[in-house]
């Protein structure tokens, strides 16, 4: 059973960059049908979709986000990573990573990061 | 790109149905059958219960169904459970070339 986890700071401060990665496990992350994605989810708000990767490179990213925004995939480790940079209090959240088709599925549990000094 | 709208919240009672609506535009919900429904319990991740606007994935109860008609996806709740009271969201491919995804703001569900 394919299974996600998030795991990074659980604190960046204001201005810094923004690190998490995934853990793909009970399954490749090479696979060539799906994409890899990062959504967050603000606390007491909806979701926003961050950007999406494939296991050679290609990258989207919502454009709200994009010049902040590098995702990046390492299949030696089955692992995809999210750098955002020059982080403020809005982009406090949890950062969740899932598997992507046209839908995500599954999720992993998300993890939490605050911005704050 | 704009988030795809949904009602604040929506209520039933134990046995009746629900349903929740979820506008886009020609750009996304009109244009494409990739159309999915989210649900999240307070504290957990989205779970995937309705994908490609109508199909259900393994394990999620028939009570759940969706639907599309032109800009606007719907998914319908029938016989409502306690266990189904949670937030919804749903979610729709939005570009071809640009490959975007577009949430809806999300529903509140509150089984009475």
């Known amino acids: 059973q394919l299974q996600l986890q998030e795991s990074g700071p659980g604190l960046v401060k204001p201005s810094e960059t923004l690190s998490l990665t995934c853990t793909v496990s009970?399954?490749?992350?090479?696979?060539?049908?799906?994409?890899w994605g990062w959504i967050r989810q603000p606390p007491g708000k909806g979701l926003e979709w961050i950007g999406s990767?494939?296991?050679?490179?290609?990258?989207y990213y919502n454009p709200s986000l994009k010049s902040r925004v590098t995702i990046s995939v390492d299949t030696s480790k089955n692992q995809f990573s999210l750098k955002l940079s020059s982080v403020t209090a809005a982009d406090t959240a949890v950062y969740y990573c899932?598997?992507?088709?046209?839908?995500?599925?599954?999720w992993g549990q998300g993890t939490l990061v605050t911005v704050s000094s | 790109q704009s988030a795809l709208t949904q009602p604040r919240s929506v209520s039933g009672s134990p046995g009746q149905s629900v349903t929740i609506s979820c506008t886009g535009t020609?750009?996304?919900?009109?244009?494409?059958?990739?159309v999915s429904w989210y649900q999240q319990h307070p504290g957990k991740a989205p779970k995937l219960m309705i994908y490609?606007?109508?199909k259900r994935p393994s394990g999620v109860p028939d009570r759940f169904s969706g639907s599309k008609s032109g800009n606007t996806a719907s998914l319908t709740i029938s016989g409502l459970q306690a266990e189904d009271e949670a937030d919804y969201y749903c979610?729709?491919?939005?570009?071809?070339?640009?490959?975007?995804?577009?949430f809806g703001g999300g529903t509140k569900l509150t089984v009475l």
């Open positions: 009970g399954g490749s992350i090479s696979s060539s049908s799906y994409y």
């Open positions: 490609d606007v109508s």
């Open positions: 899932a598997r992507r088709l046209k839908w995500f599925d599954p």
């Open positions: 020609s750009s996304d919900v009109g244009g494409y059958n990739y």
């Open positions: 979610c729709s491919y939005a570009g071809s070339y640009t490959f975007y995804v577009v």
């Open positions: 990767i494939y296991y050679s490179g290609s990258t």
